[in-house]
């Protein structure tokens, strides 16, 4: 009798090493399936990885295209405000010419009255 169960341990240890490595394999075949559904979703269209890295990529290309503009736009505001300062400065100048004018005016004008009264 020792014979015969002594037969019976190894058949059942091969079986449950068998089944064991079904359980690994049809767990590691589940996390795949739940990886490749959570890949599909994070996508909403189901592309692929590298769809995705051109994606990413044209999207860095656009964000320095757009920081380009941006610091010409801030180069051209710079302009503009320089512009604008030699312009209120010029208007200042002018306002102060135009203050002189009107009192070399009021003084013209003074002189005209008291030449007439001569």
């Known amino acids: 009798m020792d014979a015969v169960s002594v037969l019976y341990i190894p058949t059942s240890l091969w079986i449950l090493a068998g089944a064991t490595t079904i359980l690994i394999l049809l767990a590691a075949f ?27 990529a044209r999207l860095e290309k656009d964000i320095e295209a757009l920081r380009l503009w941006i610091s010409d736009q801030k180069g051209e505001l710079d302009r503009l405000g320089a512009e604008r300062e030699d312009q209120e400065r010029l208007r200042a100048v002018l ?19 008291e030449v007439g009264e001569l």
Do not use: P
């Open 30 to 56: 589940g996390f795949y399936i739940y990886w490749r559904k959570w890949a599909t979703e994070i996508d909403g269209t189901g592309n692929s990885v590298a769809s995705l890295y051109a994606t990413k």
């Open 95 to 113: 306002a102060d010419i135009e203050q002189q004018c009107a009192i070399k005016n009021q003084e013209n004008q003074s002189l005209r009255n």
